[in-house]
């Protein structure tokens, strides 16, 4: 058997679901839920003087990252 660690976009998630199971695959459906406290995000504003508006979510910066950098 061979293991893939892959990332599906929101809007295919349904399609890709439907592939593993018609091939006959296992999966372990695993979503990245990473969240700050108000605590943390307040610090971390501070630390910048930065408005929360002026902010990107860390998900979608990280996306961006991954296909710029190929993580």
Known sequence: MTTFKVSVPEDKTSFFLEVLELIGATY???ESDFELTDKQ????????????DDCQPADLVFEELSV????
């Open 41 to 52: 995000k307040q610090f971390l504003l501070s630390q910048n003087d930065l408005l929360l």
């Open 68 to 71: 710029k950098y190929g993580l």
């Open 28 to 30: 372990e459906p695993k």
